[in-house]
């Protein structure tokens, strides 16, 4: 089993559509990162969270520590939104990142 | 423009041979970080450095260093080099020892290994 698992693998949905992207993770952390990597290869950071929820714009990532899991939801989503997005958890020392193996959105126009 | 440059942007190099790669972090950025993300293997986490000492291992092969200079660019040199050393490289920088800011990315460096 890997460490951070990711559903679903490949989402494809209408300009508008609330999107959700889940991640679970079987470690301890000491922070969990969602990571939006465009189709060029550029990566953007979007949220690095420890407890609760956070929100920037349309995006809205949450997280149950004790449930080992995280979402991360878009509202009114846009085309501009494909890309792959990437979850990471960072260990309970503060050490090693395991990063989950993405999930592949394209928003249709 | 993140504000985290990465140089070279694209690597073509034989095996046996050995690279550098360079970052320059974000002004007032003190740690920087180094993935690889391949293929196979997507991102993995290499290692990290903080205001010049290391701060942080993954990944990284013993055929792989890095070093963090006192103007905080940072250095990955990587020698010996395999087929399946081929990836992209990223590096990333923040500000503290714990990124609780988040992180700002480079562009990445692409290597090729032939």
């Known amino acids: 089993k890997n460490e951070v698992e990711q559903s679903p693998q490949n989402l494809t949905a209408q300009e508008g559509e609330f999107i959700t992207i889940n991640c679970s993770y079987s470690?301890?952390?000491?922070?969990l990162h969602w990571l939006q990597q465009h189709p060029g290869g550029g990566i953007v950071s979007l949220f690095m969270?420890?407890?609760g929820k956070k929100k920037h714009g349309r995006l809205i990532a949450t997280i149950n520590i004790q449930e080992k899991h995280s979402s991360l939801h878009i509202t009114a989503s846009h085309p501009r939104d494909s890309a792959v997005y990437i979850c990471a958890v960072r260990d309970n020392y503060g050490q090693n990142f395991v990063f989950g193996p993405g999930t592949r959105l394209s928003v249709l126009p | 423009d993140s504000g985290v440059t990465q140089t070279p942007k694209h690597l073509i190099t034989a095996t046996g041979q050995r690279v550098t790669l360079r970052c320059s972090p974000r002004?007032?950025?003190?740690?920087v970080y180094w993935y690889q993300q391949s293929l196979d293997q997507g991102l993995q986490f290499l290692i990290q450095?903080?205001?010049?000492?290391?701060?942080a291992k993954g990944n990284i092969l013993e055929r792989f260093s890095a070093q963090q200079f006192p103007d905080l660019h940072s250095e990955l040199n990587l020698s010996s080099l395999e087929l399946g050393d081929s990836a992209l490289y990223f590096c990333?920088?923040?500000?503290?020892?714990?990124?609780?800011?988040?992180?700002?990315f480079g562009s990445g460096t692409r290597l090729t290994v032939v």
């Open positions: 990333a920088s923040s500000e503290g020892a714990f990124s609780g800011y988040g992180y700002t």
């Open positions: 470690v301890g952390i000491s922070a």
């Open positions: 969270l420890s407890s």
């Open positions: 450095y903080y205001n010049g000492e290391e701060r």
């Open positions: 002004s007032g950025d003190l740690s």
